[in-house]
Structure formats: structure tokens, C-alpha cells
């Protein structure tokens, strides 16, 4: 395994868990490649960034803070991913009472032609062993 | 993107859902990389060849069939993977009913020093637009 490519996409997914917490929509949707495939366990699949980034909007309500425990990374030039558990955290807009959501997690990213990783496949899932 | 390379990677899977087709454990085994973590929505994930061919084991129960429809490919020298939907279909071992489910799947294949494509993620979710 490539420890150096591996931490590149430790940095490429930490950077977007901060845009994603910041719930700044451009931040988050620069970081996609543009055929990402958002594989949601609960939406119909989301392809393109124009699908993906009318979704983040609509989640971005709950003002929603994500936090990530890695389970698998792995990585070669050009494309690697992380797997890990997550959970979800965030206020009703309505009555202002508590969201919370777990579950494991893959995000896959490309590398573009100018060096910067991209995610280009996202999909989650709730299992029973999820323990943040 | 490299086309040899995603064709490589869909014979890896063809190759895997034969063997599962077949309810082959030990050609189905073969297809796993060492640090194999698979990510079923229903159950707690298994990581290593030992753990997925215990539930394999017992998934075959059901002399299961599964059919693959994808929805997204990529691929680089050393990972590949494939995204789409499936249905599995099989029957009851006791009292002969059919059973079954339909999903949607990622499989990222990485490839060995031997030069051969190998299984080493495996994530699956029931999201509502499946239609295979």
C-alpha cells in the first residue's frame, strides 16, 4: 500500500468533512468529480453534480455536521478510497429539536488531470454494528 | 479514462458471479483479495477471507442466483471498481418458497502482485429506485 497516496485521500476526504460542516455548497461541490455518483441508502441515485449539489442543498437545512471513524483506506495513482462509520448531526429547521443518523460509508475519489483529487462515488448504508 | 482497464475489471466480476451462481465457495474465495471488508447494509461487517466465507456459507442456503445491472465504471492501473443495481433470487431451503432482494452494490477489485484482479470491497444499500 502507498502510505503517501493513502494520506492524500485522508486529506481529500478530511477536506470534504470541513466544507460539508462549514455547510458552504460551493466549498463541498468543488470537491466532486463531474461524473460523481451520489448511491444514497434512502434517494433514488444522484449522477452529475448538478443532482448531487440540489440534494446537499436540500440536507444542508438541518444544518448538518458530519463526523468520520475510518474502517479501510487504500489507494493507487490516479484513485483510492475510505470506508469508514459516520454520523450525522443536525437541528430540525421546524421545532428545532435534535437529528442524529449513522452509518457506514464508502467515498471514492479520482484524480483529476490537474493532480487534485476528486470524489467520484459516495454510498452508505445502516448496519447493525455501527457504533459513533 | 482507460477501457482495457474497466473491461478488466468487469471479467473480475463476471468471473465472481459466476462462482457465486454457481455455489462455488472455494472459486468464490479465490476472487478475494487478503483484506477483503464487506459492507452489507444488513449485518456487521466482515473483514478477511475467513469471516465473508462464513456468511457465504451460509448465504448459500439458499442456492442463491444474483443479476448485476451497472450504472458506473472506472478503473486505473492497480483499482477498479463497479457500481450498479442487483437482485438476488433463491429458494427457502425449508419449505421450497422463493426469496429474495434487490439493492444496489459497489465492488472495488484491486489487482495483485500476481497481475490478477482481486475482490477487497464490497458495500450494498436498498435505496427506493431499484428496478432490476
Known sequence: MNKDLTQEIRIALNQWLEAFNSNNIESVIALYDPEIVFANQSNPIAIGIPAVKEGLIKSFAVKPKLSFKEEQIIATDGLGYATGQYKMTGIHPQDGSSIKGTGRVVAIFRKDSTGKWKLVFDMDNCPPDVTL | ?132
Open chain 2, 1 to 132: 479514462m482507460n477501457k482495457n482497464l474497466i473491461e478488466e475489471v468487469r471479467n473480475a466480476l463476471n468471473r465472481w458471479l459466476k462462482a457465486f451462481n454457481d455455489n462455488d465457495i472455494e472459486a468464490l474465495m479465490a476472487i478475494y483479495d487478503p483484506e477483503i471488508v464487506y459492507a452489507n447494509s444488513a449485518k456487521p461487517i466482515e473483514i478477511g477471507i475467513p469471516a465473508v466465507k462464513a456468511g457465504f456459507i451460509n448465504s448459500f442456503a439458499i442456492k442463491p442466483k444474483v443479476f448485476f445491472k451497472e450504472e458506473q465504471a472506472i478503473a486505473v492501473d492497480g483499482l477498479g471498481y463497479l457500481a450498479g443495481q442487483f437482485r438476488v433470487a433463491g429458494t427457502h431451503p425449508e419449505d421450497g418458497s422463493n426469496v429474495g432482494e434487490v439493492g444496489r452494490v459497489v465492488v472495488i477489485f484491486r489487482k495483485n502482485d500476481a497481475g490478477e484482479w482481486k475482490l477487497v470491497f464490497d458495500m450494498d444499500n436498498r435505496p427506493p429506485d431499484v428496478t432490476i
